[in-house]
């Protein structure tokens, strides 16, 4: 079912913090100490889908979505929802800017995976 409404949901955005192991030139991520931690508002829809991630057609797949006015939404952010109608943890998977017709900053559109680790 989807949900969008015109009142501004509250979640919490939290940043990870990111190590990258010299050996492996892997980086991880740390959810539990996170370098940035706040609430912010929006709209969350429970609509999935599929994105294109290359020219190529691959493609990867969407639980929800957030729309925001706030500017610094990047992947790999966690959402903490917690609206009675749904709840849990998303990450960020993409976050692109979306302009008005004159090409200025309109809004943040958020592309949510659940995830059902944290």
Same mark, same amino acid.
């Given at each position: 079912?989807s949900v969008?409404?015109d ?13 990258? *192991? $010299?050996?492996t030139?892997?980086t ?7 370098? =940035?931690?706040?609430d912010? !508002? &929006? ?5 999935g ?12 797949p969407? *639980? $929800?979505m957030f729309?925001s006015?706030e500017?610094n939404?990047?992947?790999?952010? =966690?959402?903490?929802?917690? !609206? &009675? ?6 990450i960020?998977i ?15 559109e958020?592309?949510?995976?659940k995830?059902?680790?944290?």
């Amino acid at each position: 079912m989807s949900v969008l409404t015109d009142t501004p949901h509250t979640v919490t955005q939290k940043r990870p913090a990111r190590d990258k *192991d $010299s050996a492996t030139n892997a980086t991880s991520l740390d959810y539990a100490n996170p370098t =940035l931690e706040r609430d912010i !508002l &929006g709209l969350f829809q429970s609509r999935g889908g599929v994105k294109a991630i290359s020219d190529e057609g691959e493609e990867i797949p969407f *639980d $929800s979505m957030f729309f925001s006015l706030e500017q610094n939404i990047q992947a790999d952010d =966690l959402l903490e929802v917690d !609206l &009675g109608w749904v709840s849990g943890n998303f990450i960020v998977i993409s976050a692109e800017p979306k302009p008005d017709l004159d090409g200025i900053f309109d809004h943040m559109e958020a592309l949510l995976q659940k995830d059902t680790k944290l």
